[in-house]
């Protein structure tokens, strides 16, 4: 048998043996609970508000087109919690495993074919099932892990991860891509009374709480639009030589997609202004509460101009 030959055999050999070692299973792994029990277990302890009852991968995406069933099988059957190297992987195992069970908050659609009201019910009752569905998660996750289970490769590839999706390389981006907002909180309390009573019942009160949400919206949808543009523009420059092959590309894809900008852009208008002026408010009505219990008194004319100065420039914002 020749050198070659030998060398052969033994990385068949060594690769059967990883394999093999791969997909031995762990006998206490037989014992934890399964992706599909730990959200049943959710969904039971919060007035089946997560899955409505649904016992079974089949009846979850009984309503999904087939490429979303097929992704959602994945995700479940094919995961083990223990598996996760850190809490920052799990999350967005969590992120993605929400956004095929709940779908997307920001798509065109909704705003195109929802008024207002409809788009807060969504969205209130979408970001108390990222919520349950996290926190679910994580608190079996830290009852099973074994940080022994980790390497050293698995732990690097996490921590790479986690550095790409920091929300300061976002501004790195930029003009290419423009950084995300983050979604507004559900107070815990008017969460769970949602989840008691149903959506329906506390809208005024979710209105009042997530007034910014539909702003923040707004601005996340647009971005995703301006994503696809600008790299649908770079690509037609590369790709194509001359300006009647740019001109066709944007006759055919482009004009479409700026009617889409165009119609969000009116939701989107001064989004972020909003956004901090409602910051504002609140930061203020706080510091002149905090200002009168610790003087006894409302602060004069002068006091409040100096508490507003100090809040607009700590937003980076003119005083409003």
């Avoid at 899955?51 to 069933?69: A, H, M, Q, T, Y």
């Avoid at 926190?135 to 698995?154: C, H, I, M």
């Avoid at 390389?169 to 507004?184: G, T, V």
């Avoid at 901090?276 to 602060?299: C, L, N, T, V």
């Amino acid at each position: 048998m020749s050198l070659t030959t030998r060398f052969f055999y033994l990385m068949i050999l060594c690769l059967s043996w990883v394999n093999l070692a791969q997909a031995a299973p762990r006998c206490e792994s037989i014992f934890l609970p399964t992706v599909l029990e730990v959200l049943q277990k959710i969904d039971a302890t919060h007035n089946k508000f997560l899955l409505k009852g649904s016992n079974s991968v089949e009846e979850i995406g009984k309503d999904f087109s087939w490429l979303r069933r097929r992704k959602l099988r994945k995700l479940i059957n094919d995961t083990d919690l223990q598996t996760f190297v850190s809490d920052k992987a799990l999350e967005r195992y969590t992120i993605e495993l929400g956004m095929v069970l709940f779908g997307k908050k920001e798509v065109v659609d909704r705003w195109l074919r929802q008024n207002k009201e409809q788009r807060l019910e969504d969205s209130t009752v979408i970001l108390i099932k990222e919520k349950l569905l996290q926190e679910g998660l994580l608190k079996t996750w830290l009852e099973v892990r074994d940080p022994r289970d980790a390497g050293w490769t698995r732990k690097s590839l996490d921590r790479l991860w986690t550095l790409l999706q920091h929300r300061s390389l976002e501004w790195l981006r930029i003009p290419l891509a423009l950084p995300s907002m983050k979604n507004a909180e559900v107070p815990p309390e008017l969460m769970y009374k949602i989840i008691r009573d149903g959506f329906k019942t506390h809208a005024e009160e979710a209105r009042v709480a997530l007034r910014s949400q539909n702003h923040i919206e707004a601005y996340n949808t647009f971005k995703k639009i301006y994503g696809r543009v600008i790299f649908g523009v770079l690509f037609a420059l590369n790709v194509h030589n001359g300006y009647e092959q740019i001109q066709d590309y944007h006759n055919r894809h482009i004009e479409q997609t700026i009617q889409q900008i165009q119609e969000i852009a009116k939701h989107a208008e001064n989004a972020v202004t909003q956004i901090k002026r409602e910051q504002f408010d609140q930061a203020y009505r706080s510091a002149e509460a905090d200002f009168i219990k610790k003087w006894g008194e409302e602060p004069t004319p002068a006091e409040r101009e100096i508490l507003r100065k100090k809040i607009a420039d700590a937003l980076n914002m003119s005083v409003p």
